[in-house]
C-alpha cells in the first residue's frame, strides 16, 4: 500500500499553525501562573470595636487560597496592622475587601464608607472576598461567597453546612 505524501507547502503551513498554536498555549500558561502566584496587595486596614476591613488586590481566587492565605499571613497582619483588633470579650470579624478602582466619593448603599478618612475619596465598591471570624472560645470560622468553614482546635478544617 502505497503511503500517502504531502506536498511541501501543505507541511509549513501546518507547522507555522502549530508554532503559533504553541507560542500562543505558552503566553496563556505564562499569564495564569503570574495570576496564580501574584503577590497580594493590602492596600489599607481600617479597625473599629472588634471589626477591621482589610482593603486587598490580587487575593486568591479559590476558597482553600483564600483561606490558606490567612492562616499563612495572620502574624503578619497583627504585627503591621492591628488585625484583628479583638473586641473586649476577645471576638473579633475581619472582612477581605477588593480595592478595585480604589476610593470612591459618593455614599450609596453598594459602597463602605470610613469616616476616619477626611476626604471626599473615603468609600469602597462592597465586594468582600474573605470574613474572618472568631468567638470567644478562639475558634476561627470563614466566609467565603457562599461558602462557610471552620477551623477546628485540631487544625482541620471544614465546610459547614
Known sequence: MPILKL????????????????LAGAALLIYLLWL???PVEIVAAHNKNGYSDVLVKNFPFTH???INWWLENRAML??????PNPDKDGSFWVTFFLFGEGYKKDKIDERLCFDEIKSELRCIDKKA???VG????????????????????????DKVE
Open 7 to 22: 506536498p511541501e507547502s501543505v507541511m509549513r503551513v501546518n507547522n507555522k499553525k502549530r508554532a503559533v498554536l504553541l
Open 78 to 83: 497583627k504585627e503591621k496592622y492591628n488585625v
Open 129 to 131: 472576598v474573605l470574613t
Open 64 to 66: 482553600k487560597g483564600k
Open 134 to 157: 472568631s468567638s470567644q472560645g478562639n475558634q476561627a470560622f470563614f466566609r467565603v461567597n457562599k461558602g462557610k468553614y471552620i477551623l477546628r482546635n485540631n487544625g482541620k478544617i
Open 36 to 38: 496564580v502566584f501574584r
